[in-house]
């Protein structure tokens, strides 16, 4: 498993609005599954999505941390929560040295990432 920072935005219901985190997930070593704050997702073409949720379908956009502007879409709005163990990551990959309060909330986010529950979802339906 690879373990990286990364951005996650959910799309369906929302648009270019939707909560969206910046925290650390595992990966698959293609990076087809990525598993976050005990969800999983695949590789998906959506519209304005990339990524779907094995287990409830909801679409995502999933992707690495942009060092330049926002990491969200030009069009979306709202606060973009952000792991408290992430913050001075961030801040050396964007070249600053305080966190923006206005566009960012720090939180906690639990490690947990669901690799044989899903597995184990998987299997079932092969």
């Not at 599954?33 to 990339?50: L, W």
């Amino acid at each position: 498993m690879i373990k990286d920072l990364m951005y996650i935005e959910l799309k369906t219901g929302y648009s270019d609005d939707g909560p969206a985190w910046i925290g650390y997930v595992k990966t698959s070593k293609t990076k087809k599954t990525i598993y976050f704050n005990d969800h999983a997702f695949q590789k998906y073409n959506g519209g304005y999505s990339n990524y779907v949720d094995i287990e409830n379908g909801d679409e995502y956009w999933i992707s690495g941390l942009k060092k330049r502007e926002s990491n969200r879409h030009w069009d979306g709005h709202g606060k973009i929560m952000i792991d408290r163990r992430a913050v001075n990551e961030y801040l050396t990959l964007i070249g600053e040295k305080e966190l923006p309060l206005n566009l960012f909330e720090i939180i906690d986010i639990e490690d947990r990432f669901p690799v044989e529950r899903v597995n184990n979802l998987l299997n079932d339906k092969e």
